[in-house]
């Protein structure tokens, strides 16, 4: 595969350009469940779905498993739908996903390949034990779903997204004469409790796009870099637009959650997000790139022409620039295709 065109999906992936699927439409409205109990311990095995984040409507994400608890029998196959950017890990806790061990006697930032790469092929049969999708790195074959058999003894299996803390789920195999539900039953299951989820995050999403900017306060402006209704990620800064005087400042917060964010300009160029490290044998590394890190430090000044960076910020985290000269400042956060934002400052009266 090509290097520029790994390190484009890998973006995209970041960047939760979900793959749109014909499933999640008119999710929003709501869908009403019957409560029809199947009958079970069929002869045939069974194909289950589970959708695996997804209805990216308003630039808001879901970031769950759907529905979050599964019933199979033995010898039933789960498969997965993966709308962005997340992996299916069976583990109680997840991995973590940056690492930095010392190479040559230097920190090596990195994806965990504990989390990157598969240990269980897709299509697999699941014994129990720690089995990890990985993320689907390439892109002439990307991972839009994932199924394993689950030939395993009874029992409650917890699987996670490494990538998403929170985003776990997990499947019960249940004895031969338990009656379970059908896989039609599950899916409308599924697609009801992400369709609440992507309810609830949407409106929490256009209530906030709807207030009017609180302007700066003691010359500051403050702007939530996303939003975290439950198990929705709002993708967008919040006031979008931030009008401010010279020599006033703008603190942008990621709220606590799941979802990471930068505020960037311009655009990084390709591959300074990752860097790939071809290794002699196995997996290459896939080494933080510069524009991971931030390009000045939280509270420098920015005048006309300036670049700026935060890299990425984790929930919880904020970042501060000082707008020192009038001038309208684009920046996007660029692990999120779509999510943008400008800080226009006027002369200082
Ligand atoms: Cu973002």
């Known amino acids: 595969m090509g290097m520029s065109g790994m390190w484009s999906n890998v973006r995209t992936r970041l960047g939760w350009l979900a793959i749109g699927s014909a499933l999640f439409s008119g999710m929003i409205a709501g869908i009403f469940i019957p409560q029809v109990t199947a009958q079970a311990q069929d002869a045939e095995p069974q194909t289950y779905t589970v959708l695996a984040g997804g209805a990216d409507v308003f630039n808001t994400a879901v970031l769950a498993f759907a529905p979050q608890s599964l019933k199979v029998h033995r010898g039933d196959t789960v498969q997965w739908l993966i709308s962005g950017f997340h992996n299916i890990h069976f583990a109680e806790t997840p991995t973590e996903l ?4 010392e190479v040559n006697g230097q920190p090596l930032p990195q994806m965990n390949p504990a989390v990157a790469f598969p240990n269980i092929e897709n299509g697999g049969v699941f014994q129990g034990g720690d089995a990890n999708s990985g993320i689907g790195l390439d892109p002439t074959n990307p991972t839009v779903t994932f199924s394993l058999v689950m030939d395993v003894e009874p029992g409650t299996y917890t699987y996670v997204c490494d990538i998403h803390p929170g985003m776990v789920a997990t ?3 249940v004895d031969d004469a338990t009656a379970i539900p059908a896989p039609a039953e599950v899916l409308a299951t599924g697609a009801a409790e992400q369709a609440m989820n992507a309810g609830t995050g949407v409106q929490a999403a256009v209530k906030a796009a709807m207030q009017p900017p609180s302007g700066a306060e003691n010359g500051e402006q403050q ?4 939003l975290q209704p439950g198990v ?3 993708l967008q800064f919040f006031p979008s637009i931030s009008v401010i005087e010279a020599g006033q400042s703008v603190t942008w917060s990621v709220p ?28 290459p590394i896939l080494a933080l790139g510069e524009a ?12 006309t022409g300036d670049n700026f960076n935060s890299g990425i910020m984790m929930p919880g985290q904020s970042y501060t620039l000082k707008f020192t000269e009038p001038g309208v400042y684009n920046y996007i956060c660029f692990l999120h295709p779509g999510m943008q934002g400008a ?7």
């Open 171 to 173: 499947i019960t195999v």
């Open 232 to 234: 929705a990620a709002v």
């Open 292 to 303: 991971a890190f931030p390009s000045a430090e939280s509270g420098a000044e920015i005048g």
């Open 98 to 101: 940056i690492i930095a061990p």
């Open 343 to 349: 800080v226009v400052v006027m002369p200082s009266s």
């Open 256 to 283: 606590p959650g799941m979802e990471p964010h930068t505020v960037t300009w311009p655009p990084p160029p390709p591959g300074s997000d990752f860097t790939l490290i071809p290794q002699d044998a196995g997996n």
């Open 223 to 226: 702007v939530k870099a996303g």
